[in-house]
């Protein structure tokens, strides 16, 4: 049996205690230089992703989030950079992709596009770290509403397709049977050319629709409105002759340079004089007015049609809506193509119309005045 002496044994006890303080002290250390070095990576972090072109949000809870940066407050209508979530109708999407999350259920991440309250629509992807979960965003408005614009086109084409299709299809059953009087043939084949035309104006106005939203940005140029109208004028007058409808331009001298798309413009006051050529009487007559405003050129085409009943006007604008009677040629799209690109110049279409005394209707709508150079 081996026996150490005394002295010996209380110096051994007193080494391996300062070796043991020596470890702590270095381990606390290295645990204090850890947490420096995180802190310091986290300033760095937040410093560039407060200016990031989407959004970072680093989430403590459901409820809670310790930094959110300027991309993400502004989307999500938040007034501090931490703080609580607020009660939204959202809410609950998160804590349910959150708890799927962290219980490893998509271990991947979880993605989700949804539209907030305040009309704008988002892309999140939520993220699981050990002690927060990081939710990066992506404002997708612009994408969002293109594809329910075409989602829509589509859903309302297929549906107004039917009525001249199976016309068409009917007719040439009719065509196709031995011995029919030539009075019956002469109304089948009129009807043919009549769908056959609505068919061809409702396809344009589609693809017209369809470019306009598939472009990413108004070619913006100088115009001079009056010759635009001009323009438009002398392409319908032929047509406005033949319905014995008068055509005029009123503007002022001078009338200041304006900023847009001269193609785009041009389609709008294309749009509003073939509408004045289908529902105005014989006799009638439209005017386009140019008129040089504060906010810039006001321009408007007015008839003395026999107006648009007040029922309809909220609508008029709406694709595939028609205020008209079936008999009268239109796809219900001009006016939803008009909007449209008033919309891309940054202005609104406004329509007044009247049905009773002196009837007529009104359409304007204001043009921005092109920059002066420095």
């Not at 061809?200 to 629709?209: D, F, K, N, S, V």
């Amino acid at each position: 049996m081996l026996v150490l002496p005394l002295r010996e044994l209380l110096l051994a006890l007193l080494l391996i205690l300062v070796a043991l303080i020596l470890m702590a002290l270095w381990l606390d250390r290295c645990r204090a230089g850890r947490r420096a070095a995180e802190t310091f990576v986290d300033a760095i972090l937040n410093a560039v992703l407060e200016h990031a072109p989407f959004g970072w949000i680093v989430l403590e809870s459901a409820e809670r989030y310790v930094y959110a940066n300027e991309y993400a407050r502004r989307l999500l209508e938040l007034r501090t950079s931490s703080g609580s979530i607020p009660a939204v109708e959202w809410d609950f999407l998160l804590d349910d992709d959150r708890a799927d999350v962290r219980r490893g259920r998509a271990p991947e991440g979880r993605y989700r596009v949804l539209p907030l309250p305040s009309g704008r629509a988002v892309r999140w992807w939520l993220m699981s770290g050990r002690r927060w979960d990081y939710l990066f965003l992506l404002d997708v408005t612009s994408q969002y509403e293109a594809e329910e614009a075409r989602t829509q086109l589509f859903a309302g084409l297929s549906h107004e397709l039917r009525t001249p299709v199976g016309a068409i299809l009917t007719h040439l059953e009719i065509l196709s049977l031995p011995d029919i009087p030539e009075e019956t043939k002469a109304q089948s084949l009129q009807l043919l050319r009549a769908e056959a035309q609505r068919l061809a104006r409702m396809i344009h106005l589609m693809l017209e629709l369809g470019r306009l939203e598939a472009s990413p940005e108004i070619d913006w140029r100088p115009i001079h409105l009056v010759d635009l109208a001009e323009q438009a004028l002398l392409s319908l007058t032929s047509r406005a002759e033949k319905r014995n409808i008068r055509f005029a331009l009123e503007a002022d001298s001078p009338l200041p340079t304006v900023w847009g798309d001269p193609d785009w413009l041009l389609q709008v006051f294309l749009n509003l004089l073939d509408n004045v050529l289908k529902h105005c009487r014989p006799g009638d007559r439209a005017t386009i007015v140019l008129r040089r405003t504060e906010e810039g050129v006001l321009c408007a085409v007015q008839d003395t049609g026999p107006g648009i009943p007040a029922e309809h006007l909220p609508y008029i604008t709406r694709r595939f809506y028609r205020a008209a009677k079936q008999e009268v040629e239109g796809s219900g799209l001009g006016l939803a193509l008009v909007e449209e690109i008033l919309r891309r110049h940054g202005s609104r279409l406004e329509i007044i119309s009247r049905t009773e005394g002196e009837t007529g209707t009104c359409v304007r709508f204001v043009l921005p005045i092109m920059p002066s150079r420095p």
